[in-house]
């Protein structure tokens, strides 16, 4: 039986400029680091001190603020305070809690810090408990695949490859140590940056504690201060780091299937997408491409001439994307593996022979990709496959790292990791594998993909993972449960810092009915990541492989996907600068109000979207919640109140889709694949709303980095309605020239009653407006860089 450890009572503090020490009685340890004014850092030494200060999801690039903390001591109390928030640590316990200025306690310990030994490997089971509030609600914690309140539930974070999950398998590929807290109408978040195996109880061993602890390394937690909710997200992705911008292109349509071979079926597909005018702007090579499935080769048969390959696609507006393992084949005929074994990249087991482990090629070896060199002699395998042949993205698989054929599917615990010169056994390392490989294939396309912005997907990620590759949620089944579950993980993933996601499309396992793939397709519309994946050991799943109603509903969609392309890429602009998540729950949108909080299916798409999945076969019509604000249904420009539950009716060629009053949004035209067409004029939709609202625009050229000395425009909108005029204004930043002439604009619920039309102070000639009465728009075409248009 293992002991629980406690600190002992309050021994002796002391202040340094970037955190206060406080040292117990039984020598504990505690660190409060000040992050900045809403972020405390909470560091815990059990015994004789505390372990090199290093983690993998820190953004390098980000620099604690040097801010100023007061810490004051009484009696029973040492008290820190910074401009937003007090953190008092009772003297007699060593328990804390954190309050706000106004003196409302945020969170509490319940037992606190504690710790056991851990008995098999030494070192300790770190643990923490907090109090849970009555009405507290959890959300966040990566791809979990349940009910977006994470309250009552338990669950282990340990990255597995689970083919054909179902709602609650746990744990699956991904680990994100990270949960938002609601209660009181205020919003923390708590990040417990430990690689190790780590566990979260919300509520559920005893109703009133919340917990969480590892099998090892420091409790070394984070207290995020919001109170909204989306700035809890925004200052962890503020910590952990934020993507660069993708290329437009990667926001279009993929399609994938394991696999398409040989190359004539890959002419086939790609051909077919253009004679059906199916948007699509990437298209997928599986493990099949390679030789035996050895990374960085091509198999002569199947593909005797991949450049030319990857050309011709080019030139119809496709980007390739392949798949690379990190099982590299054990085979002395095999060049990577041979280098990589003269330059000692493979991870070893503790005795010293390799972890040999079977995967697709057979018995393979495992760079270790914790090591920084390994990284650099990875990145440098892409030169061919990206600077020669022009693939464009690279997909990264089984890296939870995924092994066939023993118990626990991965590495045995004694494997060894460099861990950036912190050595350490794979117990530690486990959950950082895939996403040191998906940084080290990051790196290697940056090198070898410029001009051009690089784009990688993964599996498998860890808390920081966002910075350097999108993800899929892994290998889901074609049923209605699993629409459900692709919602709220995209959703789960977005509250937790991780918005560049999306699900395989119709699902991977089994094949999915024409009205499943339909509603899919119209669900990942509006999902950051847009694919269609499949297993493909069974029927087809390309938009016309389910009957002629499915593909041109498929088609629809996918265009309406591409006419939303700069209100995405806006959204993308606003998660890489301020951190707001691209799909966001509306909980997330309006945290006050309490209706939104235990809802899974509506969903904010950026600050002016609202979509509602149909997640039921048959289904004429639904009940969609919708918060606060006035919201215009997509189809028809009916006008919709807010704050409460309307029943929407639909056929199978629709789905809820509403514009929030208020609104500016861009559209482009239809295009088969970013970039097709020149625009000619920019389409923006204006609609009416009655207070003020700001929308954004961001342009630049879609790929490159121009962007990085000026080379775009944000654009701000704010329109309002004042006595009988309806003002617009625009104010821009950046030199980007865009490639199209003006805006043409569409004004929606204005019921065609319009007279004036001002202009930056000139009338416009509005003789030539026309009037599309039947469903009330008014359009005309104005000047790009106008300030002010009055509408009345
Ligand atoms: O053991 O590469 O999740 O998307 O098609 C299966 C073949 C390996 C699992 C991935 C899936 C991919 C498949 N891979």
Redesign the pocket.
Known sequence: MNIELYPGAYASHKTTPQYLEIVSTNGVQLRLYVINDYVIRFRYAPEVGFESDFSYALDPNFKPENIEFKVVESDKTIELKTAQLKVIIDKGDFKTKVLDLQGFTIIEDEKGFHWEENKIYGGNIVQMSKATQENEHYYGLGDKPVHPNLRGKRFKNWGM?E?GFHRGTDPLYKSIPFYTGLHNDVGYGIFFDNTFKSYFDFASERKTVTSFWANGGEMNYYFIYGPEMIDVTARYTEMTGRPELPPLWALGYHQ?K??YYPESKVREVTTKFRELNIPCDAFYL??DYMDGFRCFTWDGDKFPQPKQLVDDLKAQGYKTIV?I?PGIKIDKDYDVFNEGLAKDVYCRRADGPHIKGKV?PGDCYFPDFTKPEVREWWSTLFENMIGEIGVKGVWN??NEP?LFEVEGKSFPPDVRHDYDGHPCSHRKAHNIYGMQMSRATYEGLKKYSKPDRPFVIT?STYSGGQRFTSA?T??NIASWEHLWLANVQVQRMNVSGFSFIGS?VGG?IEHPTPELYIRWVQLATFHPFFRT?S?GDHGDQEPWSFGEEALAISRKFIEIRYMFLPYLYTSFYQYVTNGKPMVRPISMYDQHDPETLNRADETMIGDHILICPVIEPNSKGRYVYLPKGNWYYYWNDTLHEGSKEDFITYKLDTSPIFIKAGAVIANHPKMQYVGEKKIENLDLHIYLGTGKELSTLYEDKGDGYDYEEGGYLEKSFVTDKVKNQYIITQSIIGNYEEEYGGYKITLHGFDGKLKNVIVDETPLDISNISYKDIDKKTEFFVNKRFSKMVLS
Do not use: E, L, P, T
């Open positions: 490859d083919y994938c394991w696999s599986d493990i798949i393992d697709w698989d089984m995924a599996r899929w892994g290998d395989d991977f994946h297993s």
